[in-house]
């Protein structure tokens, strides 16, 4: 088709996600979706301005790279780190870390759910927006509201009780701990968990709810198949902290099993596109147009062969029956799937709190330079993260690469927002529900275009049509 | 022994003779911020965070290498010295590449302490964001130089308490940079015996051990004085 027969819809900012990002959406004459392209247009640079520091500062300059999931880069770091240094952590040390890095998970998935998402699905897709935000939710459905802010609140707490700081702490350390948890900070934790968990069951109700009473949009709400990557445990069971890498195929067929992560330029590459900061990796094994895979809960879900929680395994049994034990393509099922995790987060942390070794003081190992590459591979809440770093002999990092998790589902976002625009934009004819909708498709994958390329920004949607040779001939705002 | 007397701050004390303003006003309990001051070694008056006014002249002198006279007067807490300490405070920031949140140093550090003290909300003056170089050559230190302030407290350190030399000066302006050796890279230095006063003498996270993360870091210049004293005692 000629180009001069389309016209451009762009979307810009697209709100309540974590970063900033703009959707141009493509029509062709008849005002019919051609295709949809989503653009990360913020540039960070870590990879490059970290070259020359020592390779041990990595676990503390890492983290500053999002304020949501910074636990994540930092035990990716760690592990890197320990892989130079040739050294593993002590029990106890990697018992807190896993426990740090469960409330990580509880409180990012917490703020995606509750805060960001929760209020399209109580208040409704085509609500006014300007109450269609944790304050309209706080208003109408106070209990929720309050409930989701404060599991957010538990999540965090977990890191300050062990390091004294909710955020970007310090003293996850190669080897192990630089702080150890105390006996009454223990018991404070241990005491969140029943409200913990009868938060996330609540945020289950209302998800399977929604999925009831929506099941036609659902089914039909981004549903391109695609492959899926995870990390999984020694007998294939849900993993976030750490194990090895399963990548299974749209039928569900484990195409590779138990992966090493350090081994991932074997199975992963990556490929720049030219409207984004934001990388396009695949599946190297089928190449860049058949190896589009997602990352996350959704894909964690999809290639566990089962939960390590009781709770957990019940709710992971349910998902399975949504596509009868095939994976789940539907991306509106992100939102379950991370609840799920949030479930199998608390029962997970209740259980290491009730270790008899959780309050050791035998917190690390020490260890100093042996190799000069180090890969670290951990799950952050929005899917699986590589640190590879690479050293000269003293130490001092010559090269950075961060795989990020929204990087890698970046190309099924893409796929996502096309097959929504495709079903819900006709031409001119555009409602404010409907580019939620295609907004919404973005969020299910909760992005974190922070950690991929990074800024918080809630700004007025703007929408313009433009058209082949860049005249805008027409604008829409959320104001 | 004898003593002179002098008003410092509006008060009256008698102080022995050769004694510096600085251990003057330590000795009577009153503070004057300082950071390449070190106790156990030579004072240079490099940092000019410690200048008082003196009666009768005009320009501000630095507490720890001005002695004592009869009948001075000092002040050391007018609205001119501390409008001076927060310009010095934010030179050091602006000088070079500090960033607290990712040091090693971060809450330990003596530049971050003082820019708390000082009441430095932020910094009026452009950053120069220098291209510095960390030095990670030695097989257990790191010596940062985006995060030196050129205090000098290392170079007095290794010459005056371990005798060894290592460190030394070159340049000028803010091209000025701690050398070791000859300029050669720490780790193939002759000189230096690793061991280790260097770090404790340095006030922020320039040097620091390879095998800490934030949060371990420890540094007790103190110890640097208590070495001096032994020695003295001749044991």
């Known amino acids: 088709m000629d180009n001069t027969d389309k016209k451009r819809i762009l979307i810009s900012p697209v709100t309540r996600i974590e970063g900033h990002a703009k959707i141009t959406i493509q029509l062709n004459d008849n005002g019919k979706v051609e295709n949809a392209l989503f653009h990360v247009n913020e540039f960070r640079g870590f990879e490059k301005f970290c070259e020359g520091r020592m390779y041990t500062e990595m676990p503390i300059i890492t983290p500053r790279i999002c304020g949501i999931c910074p636990i994540s880069h930092s035990i990716a770091s760690v592990k890197a780190c320990e892989m130079i240094q040739g050294i593993q952590p002590t029990y106890t040390g990697n018992l807190l870390r896993r426990l740090i890095h469960l409330g990580q998970n509880i409180s990012s998935h917490a703020l995606s759910f509750f805060h960001l998402s929760a209020p399209d699905f109580l208040l409704g897709y085509d609500s006014d927006p300007a109450v269609r935000n944790i304050l309209g939710l706080a208003a109408s459905h106070k209990e929720i509201a309050v409930g989701g802010i404060r599991l957010r609140k538990f999540g965090q707490e977990i890191s300050e009780r062990i390091t004294g700081k909710k955020i970007h702490i310090s003293g996850i350390a190669p080897g192990g701990m630089a702080y150890p948890l105390t006996e009454e900070n223990r018991l404070a934790l241990l005491a969140w968990i029943p409200e913990a968990l009868h938060t996330v069951q609540m945020g289950i109700e209302i998800i399977k709810k929604f999925q009831e009473e929506n099941e036609e949009m659902i089914a039909s709400f981004a549903t391109s198949p695609t492959l899926y990557l995870g990390m999984v445990g020694k007998h294939g069971e849900h993993e976030i902290y750490d194990g090895n890498l399963r990548f299974i195929d749209a039928d569900g067929t484990i195409l590779q099993d138990q992966l090493n992560p350090a081994k991932y330029l074997d199975f992963i590459a990556e490929r720049s596109v030219e409207w984004s900061y934001l990388k396009y990796p695949y599946y190297k094994p089928l190449g860049f147009e058949k190896g589009i895979y997602r990352v996350g809960p959704l894909a964690r879900l999809n290639v566990a062969s089962a939960m390590k929680t009781p709770k957990a395994q019940a709710e992971f049994e349910a998902f399975k029956k949504i596509n009868n034990g095939k994976p789940v393509h539907g991306t509106f099922y992100y939102h379950y799937a991370r609840l799920i995790e949030t479930l199998s987060s608390v029962e997970e942390a209740e259980i290491i709190l009730n270790d008899s070794e959780i309050t050791s003081n035998k917190i690390q190992t020490h260890g100093r330079w042996n190799n000069s590459e180090g890969i670290g591979c951990s799950e952050a809440p929005r899917g699986t993260l590589f640190h590879h770093y690479i050293t000269d002999e003293t130490g001092k990092l010559t090269k950075v690469n961060l795989l990020i998790a929204t990087g890698q589902n970046n190309p099924s976002m893409n796929r996502s927002i096309t097959d929504v625009a495709k079903q819900y934009i006709n031409g001119n004819n555009i409602q404010e529900g409907m580019l939620n909708r295609v907004e919404s498709a973005i969020r299910c994958y909760d992005p974190c275009l922070s950690c991929s390329t990074h800024a918080m920004g809630q700004m007025p949607l703007v929408i313009e049509f433009i058209n082949s040779e860049g005249a805008l001939i027409n604008t829409i705002e959320r104001l | ?235």
């Open chain 2, 1 to 235: 022994m004898n003593t002179i007397k002098i008003t410092i701050n509006d008060t009256v004390y008698d102080i022995a003779i050769n004694t510096t303003i600085l251990e003057a006003c330590k000795e009577v309990g009153i503070e004057v911020l300082t950071i390449c001051h070190l106790e156990g070694v030579s004072n240079v008056g490099a940092c000019r965070l410690c200048l008082v006014e003196v009666e009768g002249i005009n320009k501000l002198l630095p507490a720890c290498t001005t002695k004592v006279a009869a009948n001075m007067v000092i002040r050391t807490q007018t609205e001119k010295i501390k409008k001076y300490q927060r310009i010095t405070t934010e030179l050091f920031f602006a000088e070079r590449n500090h960033v607290c949140s990712v040091c090693v140093a971060n809450g330990k550090c003596e530049l971050q302490k003082l820019g708390y003290k000082v009441g430095m909300d932020h910094i009026r003056y452009p950053y120069l964001f220098p291209s510095c170089e960390v030095d990670t050559s030695h097989a257990w230190f790191v010596l940062d130089h985006n995060r030196c302030i050129m205090c000098t407290r290392c170079v007095r350190t290794c010459a005056e308490i371990e005798g060894a030399f290592n460190w030394d000066v070159m340049n000028r302006g803010n091209q000025v940079r701690i050398i070791s050796d000859f300029n050669t890279p720490w780790g193939q230095s002759t000189t230096c015996t690793s061991c280790g006063k260097c770090l404790h003498a340095c006030p922020t996270g320039a040097i620091w051990p390879k095998a800490i993360v934030q949060g371990q870091l420890e540094k007790k210049p103190e110890i640097l004085k208590e070495l001096v004293e032994k020695r003295k005692m001749n044991l």
